[in-house]
């Protein structure tokens, strides 16, 4: 089955350890997206990927990055975590809309919850 | 611009009774309304999505949501909770391909 793929799912890494979570699709849609979610509020955008140009959100910060080494993989990575970077970090992808435009539905891998100790 | 209010943080229910997660959505343009639902610890499932071909969509598990544009609302409903539909839901617009989300409904189902 097509699908969005995160590992680890679990990932338990030190304050100040840099860290990297990958996502895999094999649906060949060319969005994909970071997410990041903490607990009991809504998923939160911190950047994502039409093809291969890279759109950061303005309030994303400078301690997040992002690679898209080709349509298939994306990575994150954290180059040093803090305590309030622990989270659910959820990768998502969907088709572009198109020249007609229309609902784009997003495709959700099941989440890498990271702890910082 | 576009936004979505759920307004309810928390819908408690017992099982078999009829659920109902409030919606409502501002978009400037004809907005793309869809429904997600997250377990514990899982991603997020699509339920359901508003194409514009029919105001009244019906989606997985039993779930269906009426799109109501005199009202701007897209509520999301079902007849007889399960236990198993105890979780997050989320509301979301996306006119492109940056969609906006609810802060979320979690869902509590009671014996």
């Known amino acids: 089955d097509a699908m969005v793929i995160q590992n680890p799912r679990y990932q338990v890494t030190q304050f100040g350890k840099p860290v990297t979570l990958s996502c895999s699709q094999t649906?060949?849609?060319?969005?994909m997206y970071w997410y990041q979610q903490k607990s009991s509020q809504a998923p939160k955008l911190l950047f994502h990927y039409y093809d291969k140009d890279f759109n950061n959100e303005a309030d994303t910060p400078d301690n997040f990055q992002s690679r898209r080494p080709n349509t298939s993989f994306c990575f994150l990575d954290i180059r040093s975590p803090g305590l309030g970077d622990a989270a659910m970090y959820l990768c998502?992808?969907?088709?572009?809309?198109?020249?007609?435009?229309?609902?784009?539905?997003?495709?959700f891998g099941p989440g890498t919850r990271l702890t910082v100790l | 611009a576009q936004s979505v209010t759920q307004l309810d943080s928390h819908v408690s229910v017992s099982e078999g009774t009829p659920v109902l997660l409030r919606c409502n959505y501002s978009s400037s343009y004809s907005p793309s309304l869809f429904w997600y639902v997250q377990h514990p610890n899982k991603g997020l499932q699509l339920l359901l999505k508003?194409?514009?071909?029919?105001?009244l969509v019906k989606g997985i598990n039993g779930f269906e949501a009426e799109f109501k544009k005199s009202e701007t609302s897209f509520h999301l409903t079902k007849p007889s909770a399960h236990m198993s539909d105890a979780a997050e839901y989320f509301c979301?617009?996306?006119?492109?391909?940056?969609?906006?989300f609810g802060r979320g409904t979690s869902l509590i189902v009671h014996p």
């Open positions: 649906l060949n849609h060319n969005v």
């Open positions: 979301v617009v996306g006119g492109s391909y940056i969609p906006t």
């Open positions: 998502a992808t969907s088709k572009s809309p198109g020249l007609a435009g229309g609902p784009v539905e997003q495709f």
């Open positions: 508003y194409t514009s071909a029919a105001t």
